[in-house]
Structure formats: C-alpha cells, structure tokens
C-alpha cells in the first residue's frame, strides 16, 4: 500500500484560508517543501492533517472545535480538506466545522469505497494504518526522533508493536480469560481438588443405586414367591378346616358385612375426596374469599355492549350506530379497537364463574365445613366396624384351625409366618420405590432419589471436568500467544535493526553510527549519546525502515526538519531524507533555507515543489503588494508555487 | 489483510516448543487474521470468536 499526500484545502479556520498543492505536473514529487513564517497556522494544520486521516476530530470537545474558528470572525462554518492517493486511486477527508453548534463532520471521498460517503470511511487496506498510534510516525517534529533514541521512552518499541499488530497477541490473552470468566461464572468448583470431591461422591452414589436396585430386584423375587406360597398354604389350610352348621353360617354373615364395609369405606372416601375438591367445603376463609370476588365482579359491571363481538359485528355494517358511514378505513380503526373490549367467550366465562359462585356458597350459606367432618366421622365408624368384623372372622378362623388338629396349626403357622414376611417385603418395596426427598442421601434407599442425584453429580462431573480441560487449553492458548509476542518482537527488533544499518551505512557513509539494539528505545553502537544530527538521521532512518516494511510506503511529513541543525548536519540529513522515502513534505521556514535545502536539491533534483503561504495581515501589506502574477490569493491569505520567490521571501520578524 | 510474516514465524515457533500441532497454528494464524479484520470493520465479531472456538478444540483434553 503507498499513501502519497496531494495537498489540501483550508476555509474558515484558524490558519488562513489556503489552498496547497503539493504535486508538480500532475504528480507527487519527492520533495514537497511549504514554507510558512511562524503564526501562519502550522501546527494547526498539521493537527488538522493528522485529525483527517485518523478520524480522531469525531472525538473533539467543544472547545477544541471553538478554538479552531478564524480569531475574530463571525463565520458559523469552516472546511478542511485533504486529499491523498490511496496507491493509486485518489481518496480525500473533509471535515466541516459547524461552529454555532460546535461539532465537526467528516465525508470521506473514494473510489474504491463507492464515491462520496458520509463520515470517515478510508479503504480497508488504508484504514489498519490510519490510527493514533501510526499516523505519528510519518507526521511528526523533530522531537519524535529524540524519543527514540531516549531510555526513559518506549517509542522504538511502541512503533514496532503498532506496526506489526502485535496487539492482536494481547487480545487473544484477554480473549482466553474472558472465555474462562464466562465458562465458570456459575460454578462451584474449577479446580482439579473439587472435581476430586464430586467423583468419590459419584463412586458413592453409584455403589448405593447397584446395592438398592439388587434389593429391589430380590424383594420383588421373593415377594413373588411368598406371595405363591401364601396361596398355597391357604388352599392347604382350608382344605383341612371343617366348619359345622352354626359356626359356617356365622363366618358367612360375617364375610357378607366385610364385603359391604370395604364397599361402603371405598364409597365415603370418594365422596371425600370430592368435597375436597370445592374449596368452600374445606374452610370458611375460601367461601368468603369467593363471595368477594363474585362481588368485585359485580362492582366492575361488564355489560355485554362493551364486548369485542359488538364492535367485530358493526364493523360489517354500512353504517355506525351515530348514522356515519363505514369505510374501509373505518372498519380497520373499528376492528383494531375491539381488541380492548372483552370477547364474549371471556363475558361468558366471567359470568358462568359468578354464577357458580352465587349457587355453590351464597345460596347454600350451611356451615360448609361441617360437611367434610361429619363425612369423615362416618367413615371412621365404616372403618371400626370393618376391623371389628375381621376379628370376628380371625377368631372363627382360629377356632376351627384349633379343631381341625395339629397339621392345621402347623400350616396356621407357617402362613401367619409368610404373611409377615411378605409384609415386610412390601414394606421394604415401597420404601425403594418411595417418592424421593429434595436431598438424597448417599444412604438412601429411594432408587428414583438416588438416581436423580447420580444424574446431578455426573452433570456436576461433566461441567467441572469441561471447565478444567477448559482452563488446561486456555492456558496454553496463552502461552502460546505470549511467546508468540516475544518471539515476533525479538525477531522484528532485530530484523529492523539490521535493515536501518544497511540504510545507514548507505546514507551515512562517512558516519560509523550504527544501531546496536533496539529495546524499548534505539541503542546506539559503541557510543552513549548521539548529536543533533545523528539524532535525526538515526531516527529517521529507523522510522521510514519500520513504515516502509511489507513493502508498503507513506509520506514522511515533518515540521521544521532542519530547525535546530548546524549547517554541516543540515547538509547531511538534507542529502539523506530523499534517500529514504518516496515523498518527503516539510513545513519550513525561512531561516531553515541555509545548507539543507541546497544537499536536498542535490540529492532530490528537479523533482520538488517550493511552495510559500503566508497570512496576509496589515503588517504583511508590503509582501502582498510585491505578490507575483501566479499568487493565489484568498480572503486572509497567499499561497506561491515558485523556487525563486521561495528563496527570497523573508519575513524580517521571523524568528524560529 | 495479512498478518505480519515474522509474526507467522514467531507463532510456529512458539507452538512447537509447546508441543503442539500444526492445526493449532493454522487456527491461532486464522485467528489473529480475524482480529485484525474486525479492528477495520472488515469482519463481525461473530468470526473471531469462532475462530477463538476453533483454536481451544484443536488442543487435545486429558
């Protein structure tokens, strides 16, 4: 990607209204000098240039915006304009300035991003470098080139890892703990010690469920068997009891009235139950609770005009009940409204629960709870009577074993003996098969109990067993990006180091000055400190080696390059810039002239533009007079495109 | 948009000193390449954190 900068456009604004070409026939020569005397808006227009390609003016405060308005002027707007080639399709920002309500707006210009959009929207393949941290490297002062050299600084550093992304690498860092955070937000144990926990408590669990399910297995086995049993030894025992004519008749009346109380006791808990089911019948709280209700009801009044069907209905009448007629627009606001209104399956219901609330408390107002306790008083008789007659039958049953001789009292025995144990066995079953308790045990005897909390530990397992190889990978996703990040750094470090002493060895030929180590800052070879120039050379070099690595290429646009330079290192950084970049632009001033601009031309040939802009004030009035033919001129300013007034022009209060 | 090749480089190095495999490498690389194009708009954040996916099921569990 090559970035070459064309010129740009100022109206309104703080530095005076200017127009700065900065190619030469159609194109972008390899040097670009803009001399502005001090006061002409230099830095202004360098925060502007850099405010267009980063996109940063969105950011601005108020005052930043206010203070940019032409001192003095009453104007409510002001423009900016840059334009640049994007390799080689033409791309230009424009902020406008709205000083009444102190804000700025950008319009990006391209070709490849479909004409004229509004906002700043450079190319994609542009973007990645138009940023805070990039566009400083190739739009900068003098200092810039002291910081690199500077321990107490990062810049050397922050350039590289800016250039190459190595950022990225931090991001995945942050990425993996974030994964980790999210993955373990709801959970208990993450490490290696509580998944320990939870599988001896699974081992537990699983041993208790194999015990139970094998009980349950032989308490159904042997259940089965007992049960065959018992009807054996019941057939057996009947077979030897023989009953005479009284006591049979009397085992009769009473195995009749056992057969008619098990029916009577099925009958009254039924109707129990369905008491149960009313409310009303249970407590006096629920009666009154329902009267209130059906009277809240009646209080609210739903008269069946107010129903949705009324207004569903005159929807598809030709006329509205006020005598307006119905048209298309009409019948959607109708039938949009009747939604609000009540249906008349809703009415209906409404209705039916009030009336069966007026028929089953307010017309029956008997002490309704009364009706459950006498229901539940004559089933406990049923139930007394009932166990009274099996006692009778259980002792004429006795009474005829005792008769019948020593092998029925034997059988007596073993059955008496079976049926306890059969007991026993369904006991032990329903306790297997029991509805489980909210906490399970790991002795519990509940088999769906301990099935369930099997199943909620080895999803407890799953989860932790998930978060741990979880965290196992994410660590080494993260060593892996941390020393990726040291490497790249290293390698880069050294690679660009070796590229700038190549350079510097070319341009500086005559200067040992080479880079030892690039750390957080520049170490030069061999030496402590560097002068001015070597500064500057070193610097540079290091710069346009990093911006133009991957073969891409911008601008190396620099303020006042030569100002604090004595002649002889004015000569030599101006005979090396040209070498080490494609475009090279300076704001200078007069006083630079000296030295540099001749080892520029030495160097850069035919191929540069002399351009001088100034403010055209009072004071300027003689300067202004004397402008020659070619001066563009505006509102508060000139611009002139030529070597020889260059040269010339002097402004006797300029100071640097 | 391509990530910087001494950082491809970097990154193979580091994942074979932690013994793992060229997929893994191949995943991070892709991985990066969706950061970089999300930081210009290019991408949703939808195909960086699938490639983030992608890359922790390349690393083998216990």
């Known amino acids: 990607m090559k970035l070459t900068l ?191 926990g939870w599988k001896s408590r699974e081992e537990r669990l699983a041993t208790r469920f194999k015990k139970v399910q094998d009980a349950r297995q032989r308490c159904a086995s042997e259940l089965s068997s007992k049960e065959a049993r018992i009807t054996e030894l019941n057939s057996e025992l009947n077979d030897r009891l023989k009953y005479d004519h009284t006591t049979q008749k009397r085992k009769d009346e009473v195995e009749t009235r056992i057969r008619s109380h098990e029916n009577a006791l099925v009958e009254k808990t039924r109707s129990i139950l369905q008491l149960i089911r009313q409310p009303q019948f249970l407590s006096p709280h629920f009666a009154g609770g329902l009267a209130m209700l059906k009277d809240q009801f009646d209080r609210v009044r739903l008269p069946e005009r107010t129903s949705r069907q009324f207004f569903v209905e005159l929807a598809d009448e030709p006329r509205c009940v006020c005598g307006r007629s119905i048209g298309e627009q009409e019948r959607q606001a109708i039938l949009g409204q009747a939604n609000n209104y009540l249906a008349n399956e809703l009415y209906s219901f409404i209705n039916n629960l009030k009336g069966d609330i007026r028929q089953s408390v307010l017309d029956e107002p008997v002490a309704v709870s009364s009706r459950i306790e006498s229901a539940v008083a004559e089933q406990k008789v049923i139930r007394r009577e009932l166990s009274q007659f099996r006692t009778e039958l259980e002792q004429i049953r006795a009474e005829s074993i005792t008769d019948a001789g020593d092998a029925a009292e034997k059988l007596a025995l073993e059955l008496k003996a079976c049926e306890s144990e059969r007991d026993e066995l369904i006991e032990m079953l329903a306790k297997i098969d029991e509805h ?12 769906r109990g301990l099935q369930r909390e099997l199943a909620r530990v080895r999803e407890e397992i799953a989860q932790i067993t998930g978060t741990v190889e979880l965290k196992a990978k994410l660590d080494a996703i993260e ?50 400190g560097a002068s001015v120039g070597q500064t500057l050379a070193v610097g540079y070099t290091f710069l346009t080696t990093l911006l133009n690595r991957g073969a891409h290429k911008f601008p190396l646009v620099v303020d006042s390059p030569a100002g604090s330079l004595d002649d002889g290192v004015r000569n030599r950084v101006g005979r090396m810039i040209p070498t080490l970049c494609e475009q090279f632009v300076a704001f200078t001033i007069s006083t630079e002239r000296g030295y540099f601009l001749p080892a520029l031309e030495e160097v850069a040939g035919n191929s540069i533009v002399y351009l001088t802009a100034f403010r055209t004030t009072k004071g300027m009035q003689g300067i202004v007079d004397s402008l020659p033919a070619n001066a563009i001129r505006s509102l508060d300013g000139a611009v002139v495109s030529d070597r020889e007034y260059f040269l010339k022009f002097e402004m006797p209060q300029e100071q640097e | 948009m391509a990530v910087d090749s001494e950082v491809l480089v970097a990154l193979k190095q580091a994942v074979q000193e932690s013994d793992q495999t060229e997929s893994l490498e191949q995943a991070i690389a892709a991985w990066l390449l969706a950061l970089s194009e999300r930081e ?22 216990d």
Request: aromatic residues 6%.
């Open chain 1, 436 to 447: 489980p308790d909210a906490n399970v045990s790991d002795d519990s005897w509940s088999i």
């Open chain 1, 479 to 528: 060593v892996i990006a941390k020393r990726t990040k040291e490497i790249a750094r290293e390698r880069l470090r050294e690679a660009i180091r070796d590229d700038c002493n190549k350079t510097l060895e070319k341009v500086l030929s005559g200067d040992p000055i080479r880079i030892d180590k690039i750390g957080n800052s520049l170490s030069l070879r061999d030496q402590d």
């Open chain 2, 40 to 61: 210009l708009g290019h991408s949703e954040n939808k195909r960086h954190l699938e490639a983030a996916k992608h890359a922790v099921r390349l690393i083998p569990g």
């Open chain 1, 6 to 196: 064309l010129g740009w456009e100022s109206t309104g604004l703080r530095c005076p209204d200017l127009v700065i070409d900065l190619t030469k026939e159609g194109a972008a020569p390899r040097v670009s000098l803009v001399q502005m005397p001090n006061g002409t808006g230099k830095t202004t227009t360098l925060d502007l240039i850099k405010a267009s390609l980063t996109g940063r003016a969105l950011d601005w405060s108020s005052d930043d915006v206010r203070r940019l308005r032409r001192p003095g002027s009453v104007n409510d707007s002001g423009k900016f304009v840059l334009k640049l080639l994007a390799d080689n399709d033409p791309l230009a920002f424009e902020l406008s300035f709205d000083f009444l309500e102190e804000k700025i707006t950008y319009r990006t210009s391209c070709r490849a991003r479909g004409g004229i959009k509004e906002g700043w929207e450079p190319p994609i393949e542009v973007k990645r470098f138009l940023n805070d941290r990039f566009v400083p490297l190739f739009i900068f002062n003098g200092e810039l080139a002291q910081d690199l050299l500077d321990g107490r600084q990062a810049k050397a550093s922050e350039a590289i890892d800016a250039l190459c992304q190595l950022e990225h690498l931090d991001a995945i860092v942050a990425a993996t703990l974030e994964d980790w955070q999210h993955a373990t937000r709801n959970q208990g144990a993450k490490t290696a010690s509580g998944l320990a």
